[in-house]
């Protein structure tokens, strides 16, 4: 359940999550709150329906210029559509989006200069090479004709694609393929950079080599919006992260906040074969708990993470239903 | 308008660094099918025949450069926008680039523009090496330059509105097919019934073939034709800009 309450200077999004504990935050208190932040993207009260079926339903978030934001979410939960909806490419009914202080509606164009996108599929033209590739991203994003080169070649060091320039984008294995979308998607750089499960389909070794661009990225100044469904990657990346399910943002915090709100502490003990999970707030409660429980063979006492919040939270497991 | 037009450039780079790749291929497809149509019908059936005052051969060759604007602009309009869209999602890209939807539309086009001019200009440069019949007038350049235009925006426009590669094959079958036989290409228009003709003068190829013929021949200038086929080619060009602004697509 949510509710919204409306006051005069302020609105509290009050939660209720499966035990009926409420959990309050202000999304806004990231524009107005005590560090007063600055915020690059802005979405209030956003609405996205395809027929009669919201896929985003209400949406209020904001995002810090600088930060690593993390958005979390099962599969159909609203992530994908909230980057279409920021980047322009969907239309959304109600509500407003603002990105950098402009208006995505009123001023499309000065917004697109500000962001950078790599969608979940490789969007790269396949019948080009990478250099035409990030050539024609140039142009098309308007990068003055003296610069383009430059750019290209600057982004190629950087990312150490230089020796596949001049190759087709279908010759390239998965992992140059994306890192090929991200250097397209930085040639006009942007002040935010959506990923969009980027690394899906990626092995271990493209995948740690992908974070550590993206971390790279993002220490040079660049605001990364990051959604994934994979938990570890958002609990290892990102400063703050959304929770995003059935299109509403159900919690937002630093990963060890949202964690903390569960309980930093968490059990994990079988019983009628079934495994089952408690959180507490300190370990000496665990342990309590755990001396009055029949089998000690199976239990395991650990730290809350990320996926224990989602779950506790929606009743779901992250990336499915 | 200068400003569209250079991001319409833009656009179309891409476009033509893919054209630079397939060369050869783009060439020898946009001449092969209205290769055939002139050996099929112009010396196959058509040979001894005269239609409306001059030799078949020379009827029809203005009727395959109107016939080579449609489905050369057409088809690599679509065809390319369509694999974009739908496989590459790199259209989606274009999208997210501060570009108007009237430059992006403009620039999408190029493709089907060339490959209409290309494929044109070659069987009718054919067409004046084996009959003395045929003109190179102003008013030609404007009716296939035209043509060219009306086809690719509605090649874009099919690719907007196509769900998938299914539905893009659907449409020529329905539209683009009927169109190549029907419009006045192998034969005059007005030879059929006129309950007939009032279709056929309600699709773009008729006015398309009327207007080549007519420059081509040197007979008098069909305006009106000229006027509709403008109006097509705005039209599509319209519902183009708003498929893209409202991201109908």
């Keep these: 359940m949510s509710l919204f309450l409306c006051g005069s200077h302020r609105r509290y999004d009050i939660l209720t999550n499966n ?16 560090k007063m932040v600055e915020s690059i993207i802005e979405m209030t009260d956003v609405v996205k329906k395809y027929g009669d079926k919201a896929a985003i339903n209400g949406l209020t978030m904001a995002v810090r210029k600088g930060e690593l934001f993390g958005f979390l979410g099962p ?18 009914s109600e509500g407003t989006v603002k990105v950098a202080g402009i208006d995505i509606k009123k001023d499309p164009r000065n917004a697109k200069d500000h962001m950078g996108v790599i969608q979940q599929a490789i969007s790269l033209d396949k019948d080009l090479t990478i250099r035409e590739n990030m050539m024609h991203h140039a142009m098309m994003h308007k990068v003055p004709a003296d610069e383009r080169k430059k750019r290209i070649q600057e982004l190629s060091d950087f990312i150490g694609l230089d020796e596949y320039l001049d190759r087709m984008v279908d010759s390239l294995s998965g992992g140059w393929k994306k890192k090929a979308a991200i250097v397209c998607a930085l040639v006009h750089k942007p002040d935010i950079l959506f990923l969009d499960e980027p690394t899906v389909g990626l092995d271990v070794k493209a995948r740690r080599l992908l974070w550590d661009l993206i971390k790279k990225l993002n220490e040079e100044g660049t605001t990364i919006f990051l959604t994934s469904h994979y938990i570890e990657e958002i609990e290892l990346l990102c400063d703050r992260v959304g929770i995003i399910d059935l299109g ?3 919690a937002l915090g630093t990963p060890q906040e949202l964690c903390n709100k569960v309980g930093s502490t968490a059990v994990e003990y079988r019983e009628n074969e079934e495994t089952k999970y408690k959180y507490f707030t300190d370990r000496d409660q665990a342990k309590d708990f755990v001396s009055v429980l029949d089998d000690h063979d199976q239990i395991v006492i650990r730290n809350t993470n990320l996926e224990d919040c989602f779950v506790e939270l929606t009743g779901k497991s992250v990336g499915g239903r | 308008m200068f400003q569209t037009i250079k991001d319409a450039y ?20 946009s001449v092969m099918s209205p290769l ?10 058509g040979n001894g025949i005269t239609m409306e005052g001059v030799p078949y051969i020379a009827f029809i060759i203005p009727g395959i450069a109107a016939l080579t604007s449609l489905s050369a602009s057409f088809s690599s309009t679509a065809t390319r926008l369509n694999v974009q869209r739908l496989y590459y999602k790199s259209f989606d890209e274009m999208l997210m680039c ?5 430059s992006i539309i403009l620039g999408k086009s190029f493709l089907g523009l060339f490959r209409g001019l290309v494929g044109a200009t070659l069987i009718y440069i054919l067409g004046m090496c084996v009959t003395s019949e ?5 008013m030609l350049i404007v009716s296939v330059v035209l043509s060219c235009f009306t086809f690719s925006f509605l090649g874009v426009m099919a690719a907007l509105l196509a769900k998938s590669h299914q539905s893009m094959a659907t449409f020529s079958s329905m539209i683009i097919l009927p169109m190549t036989f029907l419009c006045g290409t192998f034969f005059s228009a007005a030879a059929m019934p006129a309950w007939f003709q009032a279709i056929l003068y309600a699709l773009p190829l008729t006015h398309s073939s009327s207007i080549i013929r007519a420059a081509a021949l040197d007979w008098s200038f069909p305006w009106i034709s000229l006027v509709v086929l403008f109006a097509f080619c705005v039209a599509f060009f319209v519902i183009d800009v708003y498929l893209v602004k409202a991201r109908r697509i």
């Design chain 1, 19 to 34: 035990d009926n504990k409420l959990w309050m935050y202000n999304p806004i208190d990231l524009l107005n709150g005590e």
């Design chain 1, 75 to 92: 599969n159909g939960a609203g992530k994908t559509t909230t980057i279409r909806v920021i980047s322009t490419l969907t239309d959304f």
């Design chain 1, 248 to 250: 509403k943002l159900i």
């Design chain 2, 10 to 29: 833009y656009v179309a780079w891409g476009d033509m660094c893919f054209m630079k790749h397939n060369f050869w291929n783009i060439l020898v497809s």
């Design chain 2, 36 to 45: 055939l149509y002139l050996l099929a019908f112009g010396y196959g059936l």
């Design chain 2, 98 to 102: 501060p570009l108007s939807p009237a």
């Design chain 2, 134 to 138: 045929l003109y190179v007038t102003p």
